[in-house]
């Protein structure tokens, strides 16, 4: 017997050490370098584009667009080139100039980023994004990586604004008045408010927020009315969840079972109310008194429409089997596929399916509404999240936002106009005008027609350089490599053990 036990015991160790090896090998293989910008010295001019003038809802035809440099210097009804100009000519008849477009609610998640992440983003026309803070702290990455953003190095989403702090939930062990100080120091971050947090710490950070200028941004307290978060100051509320857990007669018995639980009280399950009967007592009297605060304190609002959609669509195995999971990496997808596991199995119960189709249908309705009484709309994905594809997604949020009641216009301002309004950066984003910088996305077909022709892209420019059809593909085939065969599993393996070592939780 003890023969056997010692066996066995040494057979152990072998699997042991092999799966050890195997690990150790994948670590050290080598990943692809990140791509670099185009070191482009060219001028350009598009010749006879038309410019999607997304504020006016109109298309100005046959412009000339001068690019020198990152900058659009100049606009012209004809062409005014010199003979001496060596501008390159860019054929623009029949297409459709639009600003590059803004992700408000992304994730860069981890730090092999700029081999799976950052390219779909740009080839995607994805030229600007707020970052949400991933699941791993990448602070000093996301500090470097937009250095060498700015200076054309990396080829990535320039990082505008990200959360260089997190607070709410199991995240809530900082203190918070040192935590707006260390936020302080740089002006493109901001603290994320995430769903769990007390209000005998969420009013202080706000105040203290208030004083030194910090923006604190994220999710709907859940222990907190919506509106006394919004007259605190909180810059953005984010996913569709906001106005149907707060417009209904149990809210406040919502939040208090929050308040319990967030305080480590002992709770009754029993004691918290039915999302089912919260939705079936929705009430637009609160719902629009929620909306005119917000109004009020120019409070905007990132729905993420596509997060909900999935959620709707858990059991649908052609929504699944999405052709662009090739762009994700093994442990992402384990990942994806545990969480649907988990939300099958949730919407077994009793009603819960019906509810979350509900639930998604709803919350389009509300984003209409919520915007036709003002509301400021942004554009965001929560990517990364489950079936949410970086850069991808945001054309898909688009046709959410046409669903939900906007036109194709006020769709593309929320990805474009109304993100440069919250970064005040409206002088040199936003816009196809000149002065502008130039991220340009030149598309084959009009998206004021018909949203969806958002995809249309035929080549872009980005810092004023030129990505043809060929270099966006380009983009896409060395993302698809790093997420598949041995590149996969080395880089699965590398954000496996950079969670286990800096998982923010």
Not at 6 to 31: A, R
Not at 461 to 477: P, Q, R
Request: include cysteine; hydrophobic fraction near 40%; glycine fraction near 6%.
């Amino acid at each position: 017997m003890k023969k056997v036990i010692l066996k066995l015991f040494k057979s152990g160790l072998i699997v042991i050490g092999c799966i050890l090896g195997i690990v150790l090998v994948l670590f050290i293989y080598p990943i692809a370098e990140p791509l670099s910008q185009k070191a482009d010295t060219n001028d350009y001019i598009i010749s006879n584009i038309n410019i999607i003038d997304v504020a006016n809802d109109s298309i100005i035809t046959n412009q000339f667009v001068y690019i020198k440099n990152d900058r659009i210097v100049k606009i012209t009804t004809g062409d005014s080139t010199s003979k001496d100009d060596h501008s390159q000519i860019v054929d623009g008849r029949g297409k459709y100039a639009l600003a590059g477009l803004w992700d408000m609610h992304s994730h860069l998640a981890f730090q092999i980023a700029p081999q799976v992440i950052m390219p779909l983003h740009i080839a995607n026309g994805v030229t600007c994004i707020r970052d949400m803070q991933g699941i791993v702290n990448i602070n000093k990455e996301r500090i470097i990586w937009r250095k060498k953003i700015d200076s054309e190095e990396l080829l990535g989403p320039r990082l505008i604004g990200f959360a260089d702090e997190i607070v709410g939930a199991n995240y809530d062990e900082q203190n918070v008045l040192e935590l707006v100080n260390r936020t302080a120091k740089d002006s493109q971050t901001f603290i994320k408010i995430y769903s769990g947090i007390l209000p005998d710490r969420y009013f202080p950070l706000a105040e203290e927020a208030k004083k030194q200028g910090v923006v604190f941004a994220g999710h709907y307290p859940n222990a907190i009315n919506p509106i006394d978060a919004s007259n605190a100051g909180q810059r953005s509320f984010e996913h569709a969840h906001l106005f149907l857990k707060h417009a209904n007669p149990l809210a406040e018995k919502n939040r208090e079972y929050y308040r319990a639980m967030y305080s480590d009280e002992d709770i009754d399950q029993e004691d918290r109310p039915s999302s089912i009967d919260m939705l079936a007592g929705f009430d637009y009297q609160k719902f629009y008194a929620l909306v005119d605060t917000m109004v009020k304190n120019n409070t905007y609002f990132c729905p993420t429409h596509i997060t909900r959609k999935y959620e709707a669509f858990t059991n649908d195995e052609e929504f699944l089997d999405d052709e662009n999971l090739r762009y994700i990496p093994y442990l992402v997808s384990l990942i994806w596929k545990d969480d649907v596991s988990e939300m099958k199995e949730y919407a077994k119960a009793k009603g819960n399916q019906q509810y979350l189709e509900d639930f998604y249908i709803k919350g389009l309705e509300l984003t209409g509404l919520a915007h036709e009484k003002g509301v400021k709309i942004l554009a965001g994905t929560d990517s990364y999240d489950p079936y949410s594809f970086p850069g991808i997604s945001l054309h898909r949020e688009l046709e959410e936002l046409v669903k939900a009641g906007l036109s194709p216009a006020e769709a593309l301002a929320s990805a474009t106009i109304t993100p440069a309004e919250y970064f005040n950066v409206t002088e040199i984003y936003g816009t196809v005008a000149e002065n502008k910088i130039a991220d340009l996305l030149i598309l084959d077909k009009n998206p004021l027609e018909d949203i969806r022709n958002t995809t249309s892209i035929e080549r872009l420019f980005f810092n004023g350089n030129l990505y043809e059809k060929e270099d966006i593909d380009h983009m896409k085939m060395f993302v698809e490599d790093n997420a598949s065969g041995i590149n996969g599993l080395s880089i699965s393996v590398k954000m496996f053990l950079r969670l286990m070592k800096d998982n923010r939780h």
